[in-house]
């Protein structure tokens, strides 16, 4: 057939043949005898595909593998993925128009496909897992919907649920210790035991077993092992015998072929020695003939396990005569040594050389040290000191004092002095007298000469020396001046008398003043002591030259060694006439004697209500004498003597110390009381006693308010109703002059806004309730949204402090979000791979040396910083934690922070009693173990915590971001870290103040660090930020001011929050208004104050309900619950007026508790700070009285007051309600 274009297709097992022509006729078509053409036109034939035949167009689908098998799974956790392969093996697209799981176990299976249009020649992927619900064989299948012939295609799924096991693998079965020395131990081996089951392993026990067991010891941390984890075992080997020796570790546990065995063994061979010689050379140098060097030592060490005998210690060589050693060598034991002296006397002139031979029991002996030096011919040197003398100013006709010239033999021969001569044109002026003949080697003499002018004018003479060294003779050069003028001596006093002193104690000083009355200058010379008892004086001096009408002093002290009198006398030399000038020294030595003085002498505790015991005072009794002073009894005496008690730490007091006596005071009826306690000692003839006093009262009970108010605006109804606006006043006086007053406040129809006052009065400044804090406004309603008074959330400007303290908040709420998104993750699942492109791997234990580089990551607030560092101090804590101190290089290049700084941060943080352990003791570790796979760990050894110290300009003071401990997250530092701002620090020149601040911050933050792991990690318990900030700021009530002495609490949040007016949210905490943090420190540490540690330790036992679990806290702890002490505190700052004579620890007074003492906060004197409370008082009410509730009643709060309140006697009690 010509002019056609025949195409054959094949599709869905048809074939089609398609003829397009212009014009002609087919011939011998397969389908027609006949077919005629029509011009430009398309014929389209079909026909069953027959055998052979050529295939038309189609999809096909191959599955690989046709079936999946998951084998075994652990119940309730998921397979690893599986995949199955849609392959489309056809000419045409293979659509897939769906997949169902299909089956008894379907809800065990599940898969997530991307198919659904498959080119021909293209694949796609099902990826199906298998998390079994129970135990047992489960199967199911994918049916797959497609466009090609066979749909649907299945995938049989099977698997089988087994439940979860542990499975133990240790890296090796065997340690081999090979040879070992007896009686040394050696380094240490260790063997991993890993759990590659699916379920925990637990160790009950690793023991050593076998016939040589006690010669090999074992140590690990095997407990309880996780899955994928693993725990170390490690092993030392001690023979205490030679021989071969073996023994093995059984370790019990809960998987399947228990125990596990490790075999030990090893050789114990016998102990040998080591020697080692230090130097081994002695070099002596130039030594002059037949004198004898000094002595050089050479020390021999035992290296070795074994005794090292020393038998025989010789010289040898040409020279050995001329060289001596001293040896203590004979036996030495292991790890020991010993010393060998050797000297140099040459018996002539040049080198000379030997061996000193030193023959042992060890390997190489003879051990051998050169010696060496060189024989001079010896030669005597002359040294004078000074090398000229000048007398200065000197009295015609008067004899200056002596000065000496010391004449030192430096050479290596004996100095003879064959003359000492004076000549020149004065030389009859001055005279000298000497000791100096020979002078052996290193020897010295001297040469004393004195000015006695006889006319006026300069003088100078010459000192010749003649001897047997060379360049003599030796010459000296002498001057002075006569003159007219003249000193004259004055003495103060010419005896001193020092009384009675104990013997062996030394005396105050008592002194005798020298003054020159004369008309020159006076020179001293030497000032002694002399006589037979010198030796119980003692002298000082400042005196050399003394100008005219100038003084100086002798001061002298006595301490006899005897009893007795003892007498002595000073000598003052000096250049006046009647030279030398005596003061006489007398004094008697006595025995030892103890001396008791007590403080006070008497205690009055006042009233005290009968039946109740008072707190207790101290008697300090303080031994001021020279003896031991001993504490024979105490005894109450008196008529009301069993109405006091005490107790007493004394009994012997030594000389300059003191002890305590504790007293208190239990009246058993009313009225004035009175005894006596007497101290029988042994440093009185009689008994000394302390007079006690006190007061008994009982308590009215009766007692009630009455309205007091005249004139319109009045709004007491009666005695127990308010009418609701203007101003009601109520009025109780205790006329009593012993009788305390109970009053039951219960007044009704008070509204929102109204402000009561209680004020109480008598006149005197001194009125306060019985037991200040206990008696304030019983607030019965829902839970205080803000501080007493006011409490609309006001703000007010913040200063540098409190804009980091902003930005502190925010990163608190970030760490709260994350403990939110750890609680969603898995935590059983195998630990995620960790970035190995991150550049700061986890810190662990021990602590990086000082110089170590690391570069810090901050990306906390959305920015990213980083910031390179080194380490500039470390420490250990008692748990074996290291504490690491970071500072940017380039903040310790500028000196920013430099070594003072850190040893101060160091100093206050590390140690027993340092920020770090006190925090420790009261709250526990900062980390530990916890369930969490993505979280830095313990394991295996324990993390650092770092103190990194930065410049930023991010805002904050220091923080805690809690991803810094993630192993993943590309902005952690995958380590247990807090970041320090250091911005405005410079150097040693840092105030005091700003390091006190970051101090304290450091256990601030530390606090936080500690509730991220103790509450969170451990225990899923977030707390809101204003407790969080509250219980930081607790930690630094209770634990900084021991270690810097100051309280940032007291000198920070007190002031800022009674700069507020108390008109501050507390529970509401925005993050607008930094004087949050006043209100929370404030109530910290009234809460510390009035309860102790009780609230702070048990923050980390409470629930995630932060309000419920401090209202608890408070009841648990005696306390009134939250809403009560809340308003407490806020009276016991804003009620007391701002006048003197208050109460100094109202409110937060001192309070000790488990070893952690809490200084007062004095409210008092801060008065000055408190804002102006509007429109004053009636003057009708004196400015005396103290105010001791200041409340405005608050939007939500109940309509009545009730409270009790004791009114002591002689004080009128007034509640005000406007």
């Known amino acids: 057939m010509s002019g056609c274009r025949l195409r054959l297709l094949r599709a869905f097992g048809v074939a089609m043949l398609v003829i397009s022509s212009g014009v002609g006729r087919a011939q011998n078509s397969q389908f027609t005898d006949s077919l005629q053409l029509i011009p430009n036109s398309i014929f389209l034939f079909e026909a069953p595909l027959a055998d052979g035949a050529v295939a038309l167009p189609a999809a096909v689908i191959v599955l690989s593998p046709a079936g999946v098998s998951f084998g075994s799974q652990v119940v309730n956790t998921t397979s690893s993925t599986r ?93 081999g210790f090979g040879s070992q020395e007896v009686g040394t131990v050696s380094a240490s081996r260790s063997v991993t035991l890993r759990n590659t089951g699916t379920g925990p392993l637990t160790v009950s026990s690793v023991v050593l077993a076998g016939t040589d067991a006690g010669q090999f010891a074992q140590t690990n941390n095997c407990t309880s092992v996780a899955v994928g984890g693993s725990c170390a075992i490690s092993a030392t080997f001690k023979p205490t015998s030679t021989g071969t020796k073996s023994a093995s570790i059984a370790i019990s546990h809960n998987a399947p072929g228990a125990p596990s065995n490790i075999s030990l063994s090893g050789t114990a061979t016998a102990s040998a020695p080591q020697i080692t010689l230090s ?93 060496d030096g060189t024989g001079t011919a010896a030669s005597a040197v002359i040294s004078l000191s000074p090398a000229g003398l000048s007398f200065g100013s000197q009295s015609v006709n008067t004899t200056s004092i002596s000065r000496s010239i010391t004449l030192r033999n430096i050479g290596s021969a004996n100095l003879t002095v064959s003359a000492v001569t004076l000549s020149g044109a004065d030389e009859g002026q001055f005279a000298q007298t000497n000791n100096c003949t020979s002078v052996a080697v290193g020897a010295s003499c001297l040469i004393n000469a004195t000015f006695r002018p006889t006319s006026t004018g300069a003088k100078s003479a010459s000192l010749a020396i003649s001897h047997n060294a060379g360049a003599s003779p030796s010459v000296v050069s002498l001057d002075g001046s006569g003159t007219t003028s003249a000193g004259v001596i004055s003495l103060s006093s010419t005896a001193l008398s020092f009384g009675n002193q104990t013997v062996n104690t030394s005396s105050t000083s008592r002194s005798v003043t020298i003054s020159n009355t004369g008309t020159a200058a006076l020179t001293i010379g030497n000032v002694t002591l002399t006589g037979s008892d010198a030796g119980h004086f003692a002298q000082t001096s400042n005196c050399t030259s003394v100008a005219v009408g100038a003084g100086c002093t002798v001061s002298v002290t006595f301490k ?46 006042g009233s005290q209500l009968v039946s109740t015991t008072s707190a207790s005072r101290s008697i300090t009794v ?281 040893d101060r941060f160091k100093a206050a943080y590390c140690g027993a009693n340092g920020g770090y352990e006190r925090l420790v003791k009261l709250q526990g570790e900062p980390w530990g173990a916890h369930g ?116 940032k609490i007291e000198t920070v949040r007190v002031p800022g929050y009674l700069q507020t007016g108390g008109n501050v949210s507390y529970i509401n905490w925005p993050m607008l208004s930094s004087n949050n943090y006043a209100v929370g420190g404030t109530f910290g540490a009234f809460v510390n104050r009035r309860f102790g540690l009780g609230v702070f330790q048990g923050l980390q036992t409470c629930s995630s309900d932060s309000y419920g679990c401090v209202d608890s806290l408070i009841n648990l702890n005696g ?89 002591p006697a002689g004080t009128s009690l007034v509640v005000i309600i406007r």
């Open 279 to 371: 130097p081994t050379a002695l070099s002596f140098g130039s030594q002059a003939v037949d004198t004898t060097s000094a002595t050089k030592a050479v020390t021999v060490r035992n290296s070795g396990a074994g005794t090292l005998t020393v038998s025989a210690v010789t010289l040898n060589g040409s020279h050995a005569a001329q060289f001596v050693q001293n040896s203590s060598c004979a036996s030495v034991g292991a790890g020991s040594s010993c010393a060998i002296n050797v000297t140099f006397k040459p018996t002539g002139t040049g080198a000379r050389n030997a061996t000193l031979s030193i023959s042992h029991n060890a390997g190489g002996s003879p051990a051998l040290v050169t010696l």
């Open 932 to 1047: 969490f796979n993505g979280v830095i760990s313990d394991s295996p050894t324990l993390q650092d915590v770092n103190v990194v110290m930065v410049s930023s300009a991010k805002g904050f003071g220091g923080y805690f971001w809690g991803v810094n401990s993630l192993l993943s997250d590309p902005r952690s530092n995958k380590a247990l870290v807090f970041f320090v701002n250091v911005a405005g620090f410079s150097g040693d020149s840092t105030s005091s103040s700003t390091l006190n601040y970051y101090i304290s911050t450091l256990v601030h933050e530390m606090m936080h660090m500690v509730n991220f792991y103790q509450r969170m990690l451990r225990r899923d318990v977030t707390h809101d930020t204003w407790l969080e900030e509250t219980s930081a700021m607790m930690s630094e009530d209770i634990v900084v001011p021991t270690l810097i002495n100051t309280n």
């Open 83 to 175: 995949a199955i392969t849609v392959r489309n093996t056809g000419t045409m697209t293979l659509t897939v128009n769906g997949m169902t799981l299909t089956g008894t176990d379907t809800t065990q299976f599940s898969y997530i496909s991307s198919c659904a249009k498959v080119p021909a020649g293209g694949s796609c992927a099902i990826n199906a897992t298998f998390k079994p619900a129970s135990v047992g064989t489960k199967s199911a299948s994918i049916a797959i919907t497609h466009s090609a012939s066979g749909s649907p295609s299945i995938v049989a799924l099977e698997g089988s649920g087994v439940a979860a096991a542990a499975m133990a693998s240790l890296s090796s079965a065997a340690m």
């Open 560 to 605: 006899p060694t005897v009893v007795g009198a003892k007498s002595a006398s000073i000598a003052i030399a000096h250049n006046a006439s009647s030279a030398p000038s005596t003061v006489s020294l007398g004094g008697s030595g006595t025995a030892p004697i103890p001396e008791i003085t007590l403080s006070p002498t008497g205690l009055s505790f």
């Open 1119 to 1207: 306390g009134a619950g939250f809403g009560i002490e809340f308003a407490r505190m806020g009276a016991s700052l804003f009620g007391l007026l701002s006048a003197t004579g208050l109460p100094a620890q109202y409110g937060f007074p001192a309070k000790a508790d488990g070893g952690y003492a809490l200084g007062q906060i004095d409210v008092s004197v801060l008065s000055s700070l408190r804002p102006a409370s509007g429109a004053a008082m009636s003057s009708s009410y004196p400015a005396t009285s103290q105010t001791f509730i200041a409340d405005t009643v608050a939007s939500g709060r109940t309509t009545y007051i009730r409270n009790n309140v004791m009114v």
């Open 622 to 902: 303080s031994n001021t004498g020279s003896a031991p002073l001993s504490i024979s009894g105490m005894t109450l005496t008196g008529a009301d003597a069993n109405q006091f008690a005490q107790t007493n730490t004394c009994a012997t007091v030594a000389a300059g110390g003191s002890c305590t006596i504790s007293v208190i005071f239990k009246p058993t009826s009313a009225g004035a009381k009175s005894a006596s306690l007497s101290i029988s000692n042994s440093a009185s003839a009689s008994a000394v006693s302390v007079n006690l006093l006190g007061t008994g009262e009982t308590t009215v009970m009766s007692a009630a308010l009455v309205p007091d108010c005249v004139g319109a605006n009045c709004s007491a109804v009666n005695g127990s109703t308010y009418a609701g606006s203007g101003v009601g006043v109520w009025r109780y006086t205790n006329t009593s002059t012993t009788l305390a007053a109970s009053i039951n406040i219960s007044i009704s129809g008070v509204s929102a806004g109204k402000n009561v006052l209680l004020l109480f009065s008598n006149g005197t400044k001194s009125a306060a309730p019985t037991v200040p804090g206990a008696g304030v406004l019983a607030d019965v309603g829902s839970a205080p949204q803000s501080s007493v008074p006011g409490g609309t959330g006001g703000t007010s400007s913040d200063d540098v402090i409190d804009e980091r303290e902003l930005v502190h908040s925010k990163i608190l709420e970030e760490n709260r979000s994350l403990v939110a998104t750890l609680r969603a993750m898995e935590r059983a699942q195998a630990s995620p791979a960790v970035d190995s492109a991150f550049s700061n791997p986890p810190d662990i234990s021990p602590a990086p040396a000082i110089g170590t580089k690391r570069v810090w990551t901050d990306a906390a607030l959305g920015s990213t910083v980083n910031h390179a560092t080194s380490v500039q101090a470390t420490c250990s804590t008692s748990g074996g934690r290291g504490v690491v101190f970071w500072v940017e290089d380039r903040v310790w290049a500028a000196r920013s922070v430099t070594t003072g700084v850190i």
